[in-house]
């Protein structure tokens, strides 16, 4: 393996002389072909350069923008099938909340009774700072509605399962991450669409019940899947039998839908009853798919383990099509977005501190609210997006943010990680030698 990514460098380096002599000659096939095969070459070969490899997932985001900016046509469609349909992003969102979701477990709401107070300024703070600094940039900027209206839905959405990779590494209070983003993510059905009604209302029509419904869809049923996974793997034999008779009257339920149940519901109940009827046979296959995950892990053990890489590839592949869908209005405010996103990411990581250490939060649960707030979960934006058949507009500002945050993130948790160690051995040589003046 090590061969082969020191090989791509070498192609990588020979594109890159390649795309240089393309631009000079404004030959625009040869540059065109030149960066997608760098790009694709040296997100291979970045495993190779040890300062940079932690880098390799960011590397592949970054080959989804240059690949969809190049040759839009060919991530719009495949064959007649339409890459942009609000189901398939739908059901792509959710295959990435669930390998997201594979990595938490039922015991992560028990950090709650230990972390209260730093959860509710975490709360606090995300639900506050993000959104507030998106309606600030769309006001400077002056984007388009659309495009203003993404930027706002990205700052009002819950913080990304990436905020607990990222504590872990910075070595600050894991407890505390996760607990704050069980939560976030429990509240985003209510909150998101709120603050989008009050702060975007005004760029595009937003309809709080619909909108509540399409989260709820997008993240708590596949994170609920998961969940189920979770259980079953600590269940008692009784706990699994009582699971599994859910499951075989949620299979019922799902079968005489589209035989005729669906049918006559439609005829006798209003629009939001069948929403919420609707939502249920979701919750019901979730049930089904966590019962036949779990089946699955027993036979292929390392299954979650491999998960979250499904995770990457669905976020690669909205970001892929988001920027096809969205290239010309990349081209006029691409760069304009890339500062909002740099703005924005970075006021999140800054009040997300230090108003965590002004309400009396330690360094370490500080430096945990600051990822908490400045990481926000830019597939759920994304879904929401390709809901409401807007991926190339409102759709955008998660396909910019997202690869900056976890630029940003990955920079700051190394730094703080240096900071943590450097602290644990202060602390060491105090407990070792009180008389030594260390503080």
Not at 327 to 334: H, P
Not at 392 to 405: D, H, I, K, Q, R
Request: charged share 10%; aromatic share 12%; hydrophobic share 55%.
């Amino acid at each position: 393996m090590e061969k082969l990514r020191k090989f791509c460098l070498g192609i990588a380096s020979i594109a890159g002389l390649l795309l240089i002599v393309g631009l000079v000659i404004a030959h625009q096939g040869l540059w065109q072909a030149a960066a997608v095969t760098f790009a694709v070459s040296f997100a291979i070969g970045i495993g190779a350069l040890s300062p940079l490899k932690n880098y390799q997932y960011t590397a592949w985001i970054v080959v989804a923008v240059v690949a969809g900016m190049i040759y839009p046509t060919a991530f719009l469609k495949l064959g007649t099938i339409d890459l942009r349909n609000k189901w398939l992003i739908l059901f792509v969102v959710q295959l990435v909340m669930f390998g997201m979701g594979i990595q938490m477990s039922l015991k992560d709401f028990s950090g709650l009774a230990q972390t209260g107070k730093g959860v509710l300024i975490g709360l606090l703070c995300h639900f506050s700072i993000m959104p507030l600094m998106g309606l600030l940039l769309v006001k400077v900027f002056h984007f388009e509605t659309e495009i203003a209206a993404g930027i706002i839905l990205i700052g009002s959405c819950s913080s990304g399962l990436a905020s607990n990779v990222m504590v872990y590494i910075a070595r600050a209070n894991l407890v505390l991450s996760v607990a704050v983003t069980a939560m976030a993510t429990l509240i985003a059905p209510l909150m998101t669409p709120l603050l989008m009604k009050l702060l975007a209302g005004t760029f595009i029509e937003v309809k709080f019940f619909n909108m509540m419904m399409e989260i709820i869809k997008i993240v708590i049923v596949p994170i609920g899947a998961a969940l189920v996974h979770d259980y079953l793997k600590r269940a008692d034999p009784k706990g699994f039998r009582t699971v599994n008779r859910i499951g075989w009257i949620a299979m019922v339920w799902l079968v005489a839908l589209p035989m005729g149940l669906w049918h006559w519901f439609q005829g006798r109940l209003d629009e939001h009853v069948l929403a919420s009827l609707e939502i249920f046979s979701f919750f019901a296959g979730a049930l089904l798919v966590g019962i036949g995950y779990h089946l699955l892990t027993l036979k292929i053990t390392k299954l979650d383990g491999i998960m979250p890489y499904f995770s990457m590839f669905g976020i690669i592949y909205f970001t892929t099509v988001t920027t096809a869908a969205g290239r010309d209005n990349l081209l006029k405010v691409g760069f304009m977005l890339f500062l909002a996103s740099v703005i924005h990411n970075g006021a999140g990581y800054f009040f997300g501190y230090v108003l965590s250490r002004f309400f009396g939060l330690d360094k370490r649960s500080s430096r945990t609210v600051a990822f908490e707030v400045g990481l926000q979960n830019g597939g759920m934006a994304s879904g929401l997006a390709g809901s409401m058949g807007k991926l190339g507009t409102v759709g955008l500002a998660a396909a910019v943010f997202s690869p900056w945050m976890n630029i940003s993130g990955s920079i700051l948790a190394n730094y703080w990680r240096k900071q943590a160690l450097s602290e644990e051995e202060n602390e060491k040589l105090v407990q070792s030698d009180p008389q030594s003046g260390i503080k």
